[in-house]
């Protein structure tokens, strides 16, 4: 069976400094990844997803089929960026979502 | 800030009773979704349905139902059977299948508690 893990609950940072949050998953088939990003009052949100291969909001997350690993990553972390992501995987045909745990990001001054 | 709409935003009901937790969206999408969020856990999936008059279990469907008789509407009923129905509910939708159509839109979510 599919499985996401994201093994930090919290993960605390001053502004400015790198960011890394981990992701790892379990899955036989072939994987697509996203991140899911939930600000403070707001909705869920698509932050981004492996094949597109893109940079949001200063974040990148690379696909390491070896690792079966995709962690997000930002070199400068801002303040606005404290929020809970979620990295999750779809399988099922490509609807059916398996997200991890969460990791809560605070960025403090 | 429409889209995908739930509501109530906060329900209470008794233990023993069944709720109906409502999901209505206006973007056209083929495919809606029902997670349950629950602290410490992330987002476990309920249902989904990728068109209208079919739905899936999910990871965690015992003692759910829902029904998708029309595109925009996805009830999800929420039953005595379920053993703990109190937590926060997300309703979400996507214009389909594969990786062009895929992300899914979440709606404000409701939170259920059982007294």
């Known amino acids: 069976a599919q499985r996401v893990t994201q093994p930090e609950k919290l993960l605390s940072v001053f502004k400015g400094a790198p960011v890394e949050l981990k992701c790892n998953y379990s899955?036989?088939?072939?994987?697509?990844l996203f991140w899911y990003v939930q600000y403070s009052r707001q909705r869920l949100q698509l932050l981004l997803r492996h094949i597109s291969r893109e940079s949001i909001k200063g974040f990148t997350a690379d696909l390491n089929k070896g690792e079966t690993s995709f962690h997000l990553k930002k070199p400068f972390a801002q303040e606005e960026d404290s929020a809970m992501y979620y990295c999750?995987?779809?399988?099922?045909?490509?609807?059916?979502?398996?997200f991890g745990t969460g990791t809560q990001l605070k960025v403090e001054l | 800030d429409g889209g995908i709409t739930q509501s109530p935003k906060y329900l209470f009901r008794k233990e023993g009773q069944n709720v109906t937790l409502s999901c209505e969206q206006n973007l056209n999408h083929d495919a809606m979704y029902w997670y349950r969020q629950d602290p410490g856990q992330g987002l476990r999936l309920i249902y989904y349905?990728?068109?209208?008059?079919?739905?899936q279990k999910g990871d965690i469907a015992e003692g759910y139902s829902v029904s998708r008789e029309k595109k925009e509407s996805f009830p999800l009923t929420v039953t005595s059977a379920q053993k703990n129905p109190t937590a926060f509910y997300l309703c979400?939708?996507?214009?389909?299948?594969?990786?062009?159509?895929?992300?899914?839109?979440f709606g404000p979510g409701t939170r259920l508690t059982v007294l």
């Open positions: 999750a995987l779809a399988t099922g045909g490509g609807n059916k979502l398996t």
């Open positions: 979400a939708s996507s214009m389909g299948q594969g990786p062009s159509y895929n992300e899914q839109f």
């Open positions: 349905s990728q068109i209208v008059n079919d739905f």
């Open positions: 899955y036989s088939g072939s994987p697509e």
